[in-house]
């Protein structure tokens, strides 16, 4: 299990991230959301043990990423990693092998084979895509117990990212991993996390269940045979609403089958319910906590 607590950072003078407190179970995936500069990439650093936090404590099961045994669990992807003018997947691969004693050679050369990764072209000369599959490919066979990827599906076409998602979901299953993924692509998380954190302002604004998140909204789209009237969902516990004619789209916080029932004392004269996404109830809280 990772505990942080009361975690605050300041980089260059400026405070990036302010009273975090977060508890990830283990074998979990989570997804770490925020807008740009939210503070994703340097929480993943300190959670990592590249950076030391000026204040607060991550743990993991009770020890600091510092402690050299607890480092052997962790492995950290970063959006844009290093890599010398030569180097290769396998001299990449070679560098790891002393400092992770799981890692999985059988693992290592199924990924490469089918992400048709040549381990002795120069990485240089890959495409971005191509770079994250040999990291990625790397990572999983590291077999870590925490693996911390940041912006994991950034270059990845739709194939590449369904295998990524296959893979990590098998670290999870087989071996009880825990994946903390942070990702502009919210409705790539979706798809396959279970748990959510959602920096905002500095601080973990919100955090929990992802298929909980989404139920606690609903959406509809109305038809009216008149006119609609500007205040017509006063009183209704509104999100958004987006008005084209005689059509109303509106996301509502509540429970579905009330809501239903408080809109059709509005006598629509077409009413349907449509799915909400964890996109947009991040959008949702964003804004939301914006205006306050």
């Keep these: 299990m990772i505990n942080i607590r009361d975690l605050s950072h300041c980089l260059g003078g400026t405070k990036i991230l302010d009273n975090i407190n977060l508890t990830i179970p283990d074998g979990t995936i989570m997804g770490l959301v925020g807008i740009n500069g939210a503070g994703k990439s340097t929480l993943l650093r300190l959670m990592s043990g590249v950076y030391i936090p000026d204040e607060g404590t991550v743990c993991y099961d009770g020890a ?13 992807l970063p959006d ?5 003018h030569q180097a290769t997947i396998k001299s990449m691969l070679d560098m790891y092998k002393p400092l992770y004693g799981r890692l999985d050679m059988d693992v290592y050369r199924r990924l490469v084979s089918e992400f048709e990764l040549d381990e002795k072209k120069p990485i240089r000369t890959f495409s971005k895509g191509m770079r994250r599959q040999a990291y990625i490919a790397i990572a999983i066979a590291i077999r870590p117990k925490y693996l911390l990827l940041d ?13 990524v998602k296959e893979e990590l979901i098998r670290m999870v299953e087989d071996d009880g991993a825990t994946v903390i993924i942070s990702s502009h692509s919210l409705r790539e998380l979706e798809d396959f996390c279970d748990r959510y954190a959602v920096i905002d302002r500095m601080t973990v604004s919100s955090s929990g269940d992802i298929s909980e998140k989404v139920e606690r909204y609903c959406k509809f789209m109305l038809a009216f045979a008149d006119d609609i009237p500007e205040n017509i969902l006063d009183g209704l516990p509104v999100i958004s609403m987006t008005r084209s004619g005689k059509f109303i789209k509106g996301v509502f916080e509540g429970d579905g089958h009330d809501i239903e029932e408080r809109l059709r004392a509005l006598a629509p004269t077409v009413m349907e319910q449509m799915p909400v996404d964890f996109e947009e109830a991040f959008i949702n809280e964003v804004t939301r906590r914006k205006e306050k």
């Design 80 to 84: 844009d990693p290093y890599f010398t």
């Design 64 to 76: 600091s990423p510092a402690d050299e045994k607890t480092r052997e669990n962790i492995f950290f």
């Design 151 to 163: 912006e994991a599906f950034d270059g990845l076409d739709p194939l590449a990212r369904q295998k």
